[in-house]
């Protein structure tokens, strides 16, 4: 069986050094350890991780959410914040990123181990229990999508950009422009990134 593939994004290096070792000890691959958003960017590109840890602090900037916010608009996987806090605050800042969970500083071992299994666990048992399906989507929508809307939604729930849905369905960019502007509208949201959080509200009602 091939290795779970974790991506770190820890800025602090002796951090990221330790949670490196304890994963590698019970047969995780470490496929990156990125210290900012550009190279957790490149490194979630490079390395098609099964999951990521996103310190939430990068230096003096909550960069970790916005990494989370891109996983969600471009990648399908989990992740985990590590964080020194766990305070209402901060996880009401975060809980709108959807995190399979956190990790609170410091941890042992055990804590690290069972909190990346559990996401892993938690996160096929969404993707097998939740059907996506224009049924699924519209039962709640005051607005109901069209199935080429749907169709639409479904391409940019799984990453795909502008042009390749435009390259995918034959038809010129504008015309799938107008679509994503209609998807926008029917789910309340202006950014691929809230369109996506959109979806995992309605199919989790």
């Given at each position: 069986?091939?290795?779970?593939?974790?991506?770190?994004?820890?800025?602090?290096?002796?951090?990221?050094?330790?949670?490196?070792?304890?994963?590698?000890?019970?047969?995780?691959?470490?496929?990156?350890?990125?210290?900012?958003?550009?190279e957790?960017?490149?490194?979630?590109?490079?390395t098609?991780?099964?999951?990521?840890?996103?310190?939430?602090?990068?230096?003096?900037?909550?960069d970790?959410?916005?990494?989370?916010e891109?996983?969600?608009?471009?990648?399908?996987?989990?992740?985990?914040?590590?964080?020194?806090?766990?305070?209402?605050?901060?996880?009401?800042?975060v809980?709108?990123?959807?995190?399979?969970?956190?990790?609170?500083?410091?941890?042992?071992?055990?804590?690290?181990?069972?909190?990346?299994?559990?996401?892993?666990?938690?996160?096929?048992?969404?993707?097998?229990?939740?059907?996506?399906?224009?049924?699924n989507?519209?039962?709640?929508?005051?607005?109901?999508?069209?199935?080429?809307e749907?169709?639409?939604?479904?391409?940019?729930?799984?990453?795909?950009?502008?042009s390749d849905i435009?390259?995918?369905?034959?038809?010129?960019?504008?015309?799938?422009?107008?679509?994503?502007?209609?998807?926008?509208?029917?789910?309340?949201?202006?950014t691929?990134?809230a369109?996506?959080?959109?979806?995992?509200?309605?199919?989790?009602?």
């Amino acid at each position: 069986m091939s290795k779970i593939k974790i991506l770190i994004v820890e800025d602090e290096p002796l951090i990221a050094e330790d949670i490196r070792e304890l994963l590698e000890q019970v047969n995780y691959q470490i496929v990156g350890v990125a210290y900012n958003k550009e190279e957790a960017y490149s490194l979630l590109n490079i390395t098609k991780p099964d999951i990521a840890l996103l310190d939430i602090n990068l230096g003096d900037n909550t960069d970790g959410i916005l990494i989370a916010e891109t996983i969600n608009e471009k990648y399908n996987i989990p992740f985990l914040y590590l964080t020194s806090y766990s305070s209402k605050l901060i996880l009401d800042k975060v809980k709108h990123t959807f995190p399979m969970g956190y990790i609170v500083k410091p941890f042992d071992e055990a804590n690290l181990f069972t909190a990346v299994e559990i996401a892993l666990s938690n996160f096929q048992g969404i993707k097998k229990t939740v059907s996506f399906t224009i049924e699924n989507i519209n039962k709640t929508l005051p607005n109901k999508l069209t199935q080429r809307e749907f169709e639409i939604l479904s391409d940019i729930y799984n990453g795909l950009s502008n042009s390749d849905i435009a390259e995918k369905n034959f038809v010129s960019l504008n015309t799938i422009k107008t679509h994503v502007q209609k998807v926008y509208e029917k789910l309340d949201a202006h950014t691929r990134s809230a369109t996506i959080v959109k979806v995992r509200e309605l199919l989790n009602k």
